[in-house]
Structure formats: structure tokens, C-alpha cells
């Protein structure tokens, strides 16, 4: 299903977006090593995922955790440093991130403070080894990423989901993060999205095809994500609840090239290997132009988004033009495979 024209040429990232990424993105390779990537199984939550929230008696948390402790997720307590030692919402509060690691053991934790701080708080959770911690706060300075990259990438307990995410679900069982949960339906189809609003587009169309979804993860727009498209697939290609796999990319950086090339070793080596139906949105964006958050923009450097769809779909991925066929597509490919 070819639905995209093809460009002459393209070129690598060069000095205009160098400024911004070039330098650090060098220093994390360099730093990444396998320790960081063995990290990606704590991703797999589910129904026993004990959460804590950071920011925990603000407003924004206040609210999120109402929902989420409705919805059935698992929230044992929080964090509001000042706090220590008082309730919210029926729950314990602690000054801080290490002493919640020692009391309520949890799994994850949810950073619902402002921009300006949430790179301390993530670093807090860090160096407290939460292994799993979801970040959606959008407009966190680069610098202050940068240092939380260096920390992230030298360790093998935590595993960072966003900034500038809506996080990660397993339906009716548990959500960290600002998903709209009831859209949402149990199944069998795993989706990794850079876009948060084509991720909910993506569930909405395998909910209408009774497909449902196993785990659903919101990496965000960030310009230096803690999870990546090659994170979620790594993740998907092992996980048994997941049956077909949806990946959505877009303009912006290079993560769908390296998707596509996980995709293309994992078809080579894996004997029945699960389908993958893949986007890359912004087609026509034009250049220069910031398309809803930090990492969406399309430079003169940049891979164009139609030279990253071409990657996919010589990879093996089955590429679709819209978010709503992503149901129709995945549930004929399963059914061709006799899964459905």
C-alpha cells in the first residue's frame, strides 16, 4: 500500500539543528549503553503496578489521580515535599522520592509538576531507582534535559516515559498519565506514538475494529524523549499480549529510520514474526514551522517525513495514510495470520 511520493534527496541533520541537538545527540549515543536499554521491560505495567504522583497535592495531580484511582490504577501514595507525614485523597504523602521508596515500594511514579521543575523531579526518581517514571509536563528546557539524559543513560533501573507525553496505558487495568482512558478497550494490538492526539486517533480505530489494545505508550514529542519508537518495538516484538503492532512517526529527528531498521532484523530473524502497520504524519508540513510541540518541526536538515514512511514500508511495515484505517488494516493482517 505505497501512498507517498518520492523525493530526490535528503539530507542528515546539519549545522541549523546541530546547534539545538547535534552535540548532545553525539554525547548520548555515546553514553547509551545496554544497561539503559534493559530498562525497556519496565514498561510492560499492568493491573499490580503500584504508582506514587510527584507534585502530588497540586492541582493538576489532584485531579489526574482522582481519575486514575477511579479507573482502577493502583495509586499507593504521593510525594509533596513540605507535606510529609499528612493524607490526600485518602492516601499517604511524603516529602520525598527516596522515602516513598522505602514505605510504599513503588513501581512507577507520575511527575505532575511545572515545566520549570520537572527535570529535579525526575532526576529525584531517578536517583531513587523508581523503575518506571512517566513525565507529560510539555516546555521543560533543553539544558535541564540534557543533564536528566546523562543521568538516564548511565544507569539500568529507571526507565523515563516522556516529557511531553500523555504517558502509558494498559486498558481497564492501569494508566500513568493523561490518557483518556475511556476510549480505551482491552485487546490485543500494542501502539508506540510520538503523537499523542494520532495515538488516541489509533485507538479509537482499533477499538471500532474489536481489536482492542494490550499496552498502549505515549513516548511524547520531546526533542530528547526518554523512550523512543525502536524502545516501544523492542518492547512489542517480546511481549506476548501483543499481537499486531502500530507505530506512529512524524517530522522531526530520526527515530523512524532506526524503527524501521529493528523492524527490517526483526522480520529477517523472527520466524512468524507479528504485522506492523505504521504512519508518518506530516507529509505536507511546511518547513521551519513547530507543528504542536518541540520535536515536530521540519528543518531544511531534517529527514523529510516521506523519506521516513519509504524506511517503514521497505522494512515491512504496512503503511496507511490515516489513523482511522489503522483498525480496518491490522484486523485483515490478523486475520490473514489467523489471530483475530
Known amino acids: 500500500m505505497r501512498v507517498l511520493a518520492r523525493t530526490s534527496h535528503w539530507h542528515l541533520p546539519g549545522p541549523q539543528v546541530g546547534r539545538l541537538m547535534g552535540t548532545a545527540s553525539l554525547r548520548l549515543k555515546n553514553h ?30 489532584t485531579a489526574n489521580a482522582r481519575d486514575t484511582i477511579a479507573y482502577g490504577t493502583k495509586v499507593v501514595g504521593g510525594v509533596s515535599p513540605g507535606k510529609g507525614g499528612t493524607e490526600h485523597l485518602g492516601l499517604p504523602v511524603l516529602d520525598s522520592v527516596r522515602e516513598a521508596m522505602g514505605k510504599l515500594k513503588p513501581h512507577a511514579s507520575a511527575v505532575f509538576v511545572p515545566a520549570s521543575h520537572a527535570a529535579k523531579a525526575i532526576t529525584e526518581a531517578i536517583e531513587a531507582e523508581v523503575p518506571l517514571v512517566v513525565s507529560v509536563a510539555e516546555h521543560i528546557p533543553v539544558h535541564d ?11 539500568s533501573k529507571t526507565r523515563l516515559v516522556g516529557p511531553n507525553c500523555p504517558g502509558i496505558i494498559v486498558p481497564d487495568e492501569c494508566r500513568i498519565g493523561i490518557m483518556p482512558y475511556k ?29 482492542g489494545q494490550s499496552l498502549v505508550v505515549g513516548m511524547g514529542g520531546d526533542l530528547m524523549p ?3 519508537l525502536l524502545d516501544g518495538l523492542r518492547l512489542f516484538f517480546q511481549h506476548d499480549k ?32 507479528k504485522p506492523i502497520v505504521a504512519m508518518v504524519a506530516g507529509l505536507t ?6 507543528m504542536g510541540h518541540a520535536g515536530a518541526i ?23 495514510p490515516h489513523p482511522g484505517m489503522m483498525g480496518s488494516v491490522m484486523a485483515s493482517l490478523l486475520k490473514n495470520e489467523g489471530q483475530s
Open 145 to 155: 534535559m540534557l543533564r536528566v539524559q546523562e543521568i538516564l543513560r548511565t544507569q
Open 298 to 320: 521540519q528543518t531544511t536538515h531534517d529527514v523529510p517525513a516521506d523519506v521516513k514512511a519509504r524506511a517503514l514500508e521497505e522494512a515491512g511495515a504496512v503503511l496507511v
Open 183 to 211: 476510549q480505551f478497550t482491552r485487546g490485543v494490538v500494542g501502539i508506540v506514538s510520538k503523537s499523542g492526539t494520532l495515538s488516541y486517533e489509533a485507538v479509537g480505530a482499533t477499538t471500532r475494529a474489536g481489536l
Open 32 to 61: 547509551r549503553t545496554i544497561s539503559y536499554d534493559a530498562t525497556i521491560s519496565n514498561l510492560d505495567i499492568g493491573g499490580d503496578t503500584r504508582v506514587i504522583y510527584q507534585g502530588f497535592t497540586g492541582r493538576a495531580a
Open 285 to 290: 508540513s511546511p518547513v521551519g514551522r513547530t
Open 242 to 273: 501483543t499481537k499486531g503492532i502500530l507505530l506512529i512517526g512524524e517530522i522531526g529527528g530520526e527515530a523512524e529510520l532506526r524503527a524501521a531498521e529493528a523492524i527490517k532484523e526483526y522480520r529477517r530473524t523472527t520466524p512468524n514474526p
Open 226 to 228: 526518554g523512550t523512543s
